[in-house]
């Protein structure tokens, strides 16, 4: 019985301490609406409605929620030629960031779940394996 409780005992200490901190979401959210107005507002807007027939709208996005990798290349690397969102065509250059996984993971966690958009985390480890 005592070797049962002991070993109960050390396999619990044993996980807590193999256990992994969760990613906080509103934590990145927050950091992120910094790195928005830093670097994308000029352009989408505060609101995320866009300018209309020149920069696509990030407000319930359907083209920026249907990839969470192309996103990620995107914020990173920037994009060049036609984009259809929310079935609207676009075709407006837009510039990469030279951000960190950390901002990159910030800035699209406020985008994706801002605006009217809900989305799952971007962590900064999917951004780093994003990147090329």
């Known amino acids: 019985m005592k070797y049962t409780v002991l070993i109960g005992v050390f396999l619990i200490t044993l996980s807590a301490f193999q256990s992994k901190p969760g990613f906080d979401l509103k934590a990145s959210t927050a950091r992120g609406k910094e790195v928005y107005i830093a670097y994308c507002v000029s352009c989408h807007m505060e ?48 510039t990469g960031f030279d951000l960190s996984d950390q901002e990159v993971s910030d800035v699209l966690n406020y985008i994706r779940n801002s605006f009217g958009n809900k989305g799952g985390a971007v962590t900064p480890a999917e951004v780093k394996a994003a990147r090329k």
């Open 47 to 94: 609101n995320g409605e866009g300018v209309p027939d020149v920069f696509p709208p990030l407000a319930k996005s359907d083209y920026l929620m249907a990839d969470k990798k192309r996103s990620i290349q995107q914020v990173l690397y920037g994009i060049t030629g036609e984009i259809k969102v929310n079935g609207k065509m676009y075709n407006t250059d837009m």
